[in-house]
Structure formats: C-alpha cells, structure tokens
Nanobody, 123 residues
Framework: QVQLVESGGGTVQAGGSLRLSCAAS????????MGWFRQAPGKEREFVAA????????YYAESVKGRFTISRDNAKNTVYLQMNSLKPEDTAVYYC????????????????WGQGTQVTVSS
C-alpha cells in the first residue's frame, strides 16, 4: 500500500520559517516526481512546488518563488519543502503527492496524496 505522510506544519509569525517533510512508503520513491500543493479555506487547491525524480530540476508557483525550496532525499524516501519569509496568505493545508506525469503543475495527474499538514501564518 502506497502511503505519503506529511509533517512539520504549525503556527508561525509572518516572516518566520517552517520545513515540511513528506515520507513515502510502499513504492519505489525515486522513480516518481513529487509535488506540494496547498488549499486555503474557501479556495481551490493550488500548485506550490514540484521536483523531478532525480532532484535536479524544480518548479515553483510565482507566489512562492524565492521564498520556498523543494528538495528530496531518495535514500530516505522523503521530500521537503523549506518555507522562508512566510506570509499570512501562505496559510493553508499543505499536501504532498506523487506522479509519473510530466504535467507537474496539475493536481489531476497526481495519483497518491498525503493527508495534509496545516500551516498557519499570523500577522
């Protein structure tokens, strides 16, 4: 059974930092592209960042570029999202997901999702 488990969420003041982790089990992790998405109350889920299977190529939403960094450790079957200079508008539930598709910004191509972790940024 494939499983993704996020951790690292919490409450932080604006300007602060958090690092999210997503641990994968049950599949060959290093063959999959991994993405982070987020969903704020009353809003649709949106793309945040993604990383190719080798880890050398990354993608970011314009709203987080320069503040967030996605990385992965294939030996640990884990993908990370380092979030710096957090803003209140970053408040959301953050999800990690895996895909084999090249359409890496679309949530429709991701087939396995974690349960999500809450990030709250206070002003």
């Amino acid at each position: 059974q494939v499983q993704l488990v996020e951790s690292g969420g919490g409450t932080v003041q604006a300007g602060g930092s958090l690092r999210l982790s997503c641990a994968a089990s049950g599949r060959t992790f290093n063959g999959y592209r991994m993405g982070w998405f987020r969903q704020a109350p009353g809003k649709e889920r949106e793309f945040v960042a993604a990383i190719r299977s080798g880890g050398g190529i990354t993608y970011y939403a314009e709203s987080v570029k320069g503040r967030f960094t996605i990385s992965r450790d294939n030996a640990k079957n884990t993908v990370y999202l380092q979030m710096n200079s957090l803003k209140p508008e970053d408040t959301a539930v953050y999800y990690c997901a895996s895909t084999l598709s090249s359409m890496i910004r679309s949530d429709r191509v991701y087939d396995v999702w974690g349960q999500g972790t809450q990030v709250t940024v206070s002003s």
